[in-house]
């Protein structure tokens, strides 16, 4: 295996993640009336914020002495994650994708020397062979939300945050899937002192289990992934996501926005920072692009708001072509 490659290269070169700058959007901030400023995990050598808990994840996996194998079942940016992570430590690294993947997903993490297992016509075959591999032992196997080592490395984009903003925001926005990016940011806020500011937790109608659970009052499966932003695809929350919102500390509003909002937001983004990313993300660009923040004020859910901080978290699913796709798709 190849030693540590450059494409990761930090000032720390401990650091198996790129620190990714904060920027102040012009465009975002004179549509709002308030300060936006981004948080650019888009721009994470992985194409996503999901680096910096899986490294995390399978460099304490190694320490502990599991270093014989990385299994992971994602078609998407953990997918992604786990092949950049285990090419920098330098263990072998299976990938098992359902035979939905797209053939350009699979020669992507090729590149990365990652092996490509393609099995099963749906992905919870797919997870099946990775869970019974990944128990082999002195092997690991990589969730893409569920568990407390990515959790951790998650929390590193608010530690970051913290000291890269000369103010505190008043509000931080980001998207929830399976709740592993918003558990990191809970633990990341209350590390940092910023378990005052509340976090708007973005999520699409048809990707819904954290609103869902909210509703239930427990974590429940959604009968099915029904909208485009499939990143944001987990039939269920993590269990500790709906506990962080019941403690309230930050506190946490989730609200909903329709694939339409999302791929609008996306559109304007790349029009006004030319940057390419995911539904997923668009989702949280969505609480701005499509004034969600201020119906929260208009409607007293949310105090007056002098500057939020969104999470780009990004994602590697997105093309051109894909974004031409959408345009035409959605009537834009
Ligand atoms: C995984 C992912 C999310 C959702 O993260 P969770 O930890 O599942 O909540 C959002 N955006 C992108 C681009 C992702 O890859």
């Given at each position: 295996?190849?030693?540590?490659?450059?494409?990761?290269?930090?000032?720390?070169?401990?650091?198996?993640?790129?620190?990714?700058?904060?920027?102040?959007?012009?465009?975002?901030?004179?549509?709002?009336?308030?300060?936006?400023?981004?948080?650019l995990?888009?721009?994470?050598?992985?194409?996503?914020?999901?680096?910096?808990?899986?490294?995390?994840?399978?460099?304490?996996?190694?320490?502990?002495?599991?270093?014989?194998?990385?299994y992971?079942?994602?078609?998407?940016?953990?997918?992604?994650?786990?092949?950049?992570?285990s090419?920098?430590?330098?263990?072998?690294?299976?990938?098992?994708?359902?035979?939905?993947?797209?053939?350009?997903?699979?020669?992507?993490?090729?590149?990365?020397?990652?092996?490509?297992?393609?099995?099963?016509?749906?992905?919870?075959?797919?997870?099946?062979?990775?869970?019974?591999?990944g128990?082999q032992?002195?092997?690991?196997?990589?969730p893409?939300?569920?568990?407390?080592?990515?959790?951790e490395?998650?929390?590193?984009?608010?530690?970051?945050?913290?000291?890269?903003?000369?103010?505190?925001?008043?509000?931080?926005?980001?998207?929830?899937?399976?709740?592993?990016?918003?558990n990191g940011?809970v633990?990341?806020?209350?590390?940092?002192?910023?378990?005052?500011?509340?976090?708007?937790?973005m999520?699409?109608?048809?990707?819904?289990?954290?609103?869902?659970?909210?509703?239930?009052?427990?974590?429940?499966?959604?009968?099915?992934?029904?909208?485009?932003?499939?990143?944001?695809?987990?039939?269920?929350?993590?269990?500790?996501?709906?506990e962080?919102?019941?403690?309230?500390?930050?506190?946490?509003?989730?609200?909903?926005?329709?694939?339409?909002?999302?791929?609008?937001?996306?559109?304007?983004?790349?029009?006004?920072?030319?940057?390419?990313?995911?539904?997923?993300?668009?989702?949280?660009?969505?609480?701005?692009?499509?004034?969600?923040?201020?119906?929260?004020?208009?409607?007293?859910?949310?105090?007056?708001?002098?500057?939020?901080?969104?999470?780009?978290?990004?994602?590697?699913?997105?093309?051109?072509?894909?974004?031409?796709?959408?345009?035409?798709?959605?009537?834009?």
């Amino acid at each position: 295996m190849d030693s540590k490659p450059d494409y990761c290269a930090t000032d720390n070169k401990e650091k198996l993640y790129m620190e990714t700058p904060v920027m102040y959007s012009f465009p975002l901030s004179k549509h709002a009336g308030f300060k936006v400023y981004l948080k650019l995990d888009n721009l994470q050598p992985s194409g996503s914020f999901k680096i910096r808990g899986i490294s995390n994840m399978i460099q304490k996996g190694i320490d502990r002495g599991d270093s014989e194998h990385v299994y992971c079942a994602s078609g998407g940016n953990a997918g992604m994650a786990a092949a950049h992570a285990s090419k920098q430590l330098g263990i072998p690294c299976t990938i098992v994708v359902p035979q939905t993947t797209p053939e350009f997903v699979n020669e992507r993490l090729r590149n990365l020397g990652a092996e490509v297992k393609v099995h099963g016509s749906v992905y919870d075959e797919a997870k099946k062979l990775a869970v019974e591999l990944g128990s082999q032992p002195r092997c690991m196997l990589i969730p893409a939300f569920e568990h407390p080592d990515i959790w951790e490395g998650h929390a590193s984009l608010i530690n970051e945050s913290s000291r890269q903003m000369s103010e505190r925001p008043d509000l931080v926005i980001t998207c929830v899937g399976g709740g592993g990016l918003l558990n990191g940011i809970v633990q990341g806020m209350r590390d940092v002192g910023w378990d005052e500011v509340p976090v708007l937790a973005m999520e699409t109608h048809g990707a819904n289990c954290f609103n869902a659970a909210i509703a239930a009052g427990e974590a429940v499966f959604i009968p099915a992934i029904t909208s485009i932003a499939k990143s944001l695809g987990s039939l269920i929350v993590s269990p500790q996501t709906l506990e962080y919102y019941k403690q309230a500390c930050p506190r946490i509003l989730n609200e909903m926005v329709s694939d339409n909002q999302v791929i609008d937001a996306c559109v304007r983004f790349s029009d006004d920072h030319r940057f390419l990313v995911e539904p997923a993300c668009g989702a949280s660009l969505a609480a701005v692009y499509s004034n969600v923040v201020k119906q929260l004020q208009d409607s007293g859910k949310l105090g007056t708001v002098k500057s939020v901080l969104v999470v780009v978290c990004g994602g590697s699913i997105v093309s051109t072509a894909v974004m031409e796709k959408w345009k035409a798709d959605f009537g834009m």
